[in-house]
């Protein structure tokens, strides 16, 4: 990765829905531990992630799906995805693309670049600033406590409650819930935050 700040391994958990305004949240964990990193992102970019972990495909070639099929034409080769920033509530990544032996970076809102990392294979990396500033850490000795998920804001759960949280809603059940919601979620709300943004 050469010199630069300090990054680790994510892998991705899955994509899930903040309970009260279902904004899609895509989940990523570090390699090494029980740290998750949860990132806002846009109902399209949750759709394109969803749709590659459950092995679907589109009739004709989606955004995501078009793009990394001219970098392959372009003897391109997408390496790594990075979480590189937050700024401003904001995330910001980076495309690593190897070609005729060159890296070249492209600069990308997460969403976009997690769903080009899953149609090519790619590791997916954060910042180590990142996840110490918005990254939520599971301790096995928190106690269970009883209810449902009702807070607007992840960051406002305890860790119990976001683990369990994280536990209950697959990814099936979202994407249910978005082919349940789809005509509603093509007229955008004027609440809704912003893509890529931080839950806190």
């Not at 740290?35 to 995501?64: C, N, V, Y």
């Not at 809102?109 to 990142?130: G, H, T, Y």
């Not at 919601?181 to 955008?188: D, V």
Request: net charge negative; charged share 30%.
């Amino acid at each position: 990765m050469g010199t630069g700040p300090a990054m680790r391994e994510m892998t991705l958990y899955g994509v899930s829905f903040e309970p009260i305004n279902k904004q899609p949240i895509v989940l990523l964990k570090t390699a090494d531990d029980e740290k998750f990193l949860p990132i806002w992102i846009g109902h399209p970019e949750a759709a394109a992630i969803l749709m590659k972990l459950q092995g679907a495909s589109a009739p004709r070639p989606m955004t995501h799906d078009l793009l990394n099929e001219v970098i392959g034409e372009l003897q391109g080769e997408i390496v790594r995805v990075t979480v590189t920033e937050l700024r401003e509530n904001t995330f910001y990544a980076r495309i690593t693309i190897v070609q005729d032996g060159r890296e070249v970076e492209i600069d990308s809102r997460p969403s976009d670049a997690i769903a080009l990392a899953v149609r090519c294979d790619a590791q997916i990396f954060a910042s180590d600033d990142v996840i110490e500033e918005s990254g939520i850490e599971f301790q096995s000795d928190d106690e269970e406590q009883p209810g449902f998920v009702t807070a607007s804001r992840l960051a406002d759960l305890d860790p119990g409650e976001f683990r369990r949280f994280l536990e209950t809603v697959t990814v099936e059940e979202f994407a249910s819930s978005l082919q349940a919601e789809a005509e509603e979620l093509e007229e955008p709300e004027d609440d809704e935050p912003e893509d890529d943004e931080e839950l806190a």
